[in-house]
């Protein structure tokens, strides 16, 4: 049972109260707390050490990342970040300067994005240092794209370039709140996810919540140099397209439009954000399941995403 | 450096923004979120294998436990729960029907107050399980009692009885939601806060907020069975007092009342509530400190409240 099966047992049959718009199963929960013109977008999200981070990463780091992963999936609903609550479990063997400098990375791009860090809590947790990040923010009515409205005929459209990013993009990444508010305030955006598990398992997220299919071309996938640098150090590492379809940790958007709209976003796009890259990579299509093109023609991609833990 | 110095240390200097009306500091952050009626409460809480529970504690009582903890924090400022995004983080050897028992515990609670669970992850932490609940509620305008607003001539009161909760009570407690509720729909209370930490701790709290100090009547403090048991099982117990002062997790409400409140507050009290003890256990005094009266006279408390851990 993988981490997806997991959650879905688990969340069969929670309560819920007619104030939650969307519960379990998107990028954030979306509440109605009673203003008129915004939801409350409501996220957690924990890095473990060992796991996201290792004991000997730059503790700056780890606390931006802390934060911007919660950060990201408040994009991925084209949010605005308001509040955050930080719990530390803490090993034995914590340092305080240690800390110090997680926080001041943390603060640092809490500050950058106008987040308020409003308390929190501190445990023991004797063999690893854990960091749960609770997040508040709210988005517009009516313009917080869901995974599940994807539609057929929807061309999809990755931000950044893709695969590699333990190479270090997953402790440094910028999450992409502009960025998809100005895409929800400029072009009809169906479906909307940030890409934590890798674009295969992503867009399968995406597939499955909106009952569509999707094709990708291979040769439209927008490959780092990271993944690049990381397949050539031998037979073991992946090849630079699988890296870039399932890698994870990426923290891109991955968001579909109807297709008629698909030049004039490009069009605008790159005036208004001339140094990421944005790519239609492929289609929605009525058909389930995910498919990939390339010069030998379209074939079921059987490359899994990242999928962050396996039991046996 | 214990864990309150700890915290004072790290959220020194936290950003904030216009929409926060509490910070870092009382029992749950408090929002302004655009309803015009009502503020938003926000809090987290974890709970750890080894530390808050055991390895064999029945899984629906540790499930309990972890939502009831965060109820308890929105208890303290006479909130309304709403919704909760909970964390579990994943030992290697953990087990489906394990998990699915602690849901139950979860869900059976968050159903009788009307929560809403309303997503979460799963991570790894291979040593052990750790549960950390987000939770989001709301309180009346003006009705929310900050721990900063305790005055001199405030009469201090106590729901229930105190001490032993280890015993059984920390896993299995009813956050006292209605009743908080209740005290600031009927009598102006002034602060207000939930016994985690113990009496004499959690006072303390409240005395530092307010910049107050406070006289405790020994023979007032309400002892609970448990702690009376336990003081009976050999030498190294502590004695009943101590132990309903300094045990923690009783997760009962403490308040302040201006005094010539207090009998009315007692009267109206036993018809709404007449299964749970309310008990006026001192009053708060304009000089800083806190003393205990008995047979002997008043002195400095120099017991201290329950803390979580310690660093050498």
Redesign the interface.
Known sequence: ?N?FE??E???R?????P??L?????D??V?D??????V?L???????E???FEKDTEPARVGHKALARCLSDIAAMAGTP??A?V????PSD?R?PH??AL?AGM?AL??QH???????????????L?I?V?M?G?ARRNQCPLRSAAKPGDAIFVTGELGGSRAGKHLDFEPRLAEARWLVGHFPIHAMIDLSDGLAGDLRHVLKASSVGAEVRAGSIPISRAARLAARKGSRAKLPLAAALTDGEDYELLFTVPAPQAVALLDAWQPAYPDLKLTCVGKITPAAGLKVRDAHGSRPLNLDGYV??Q?P
């Open positions: 049972m981490e997991l959650i047992r688990l969340t049959r929670l309560p819920r109260n104030s939650t969307v519960g379990a199963g998107d954030c929960a509440l707390l009673g203003d008129p013109e915004h409350v409501f996220k957690t999200d924990a890095v473990v060992g796991i996201h308001g509040h609550l719990t530390l479990a803490l914590f305080l800390l110090e926080y603060t809490a500050a106008g987040v308020a860090i409003v308390g929190g809590e501190t445990t023991a947790n004797p063999e690893r854990l749960s609770a508040l709210r962050h833990f039991k």
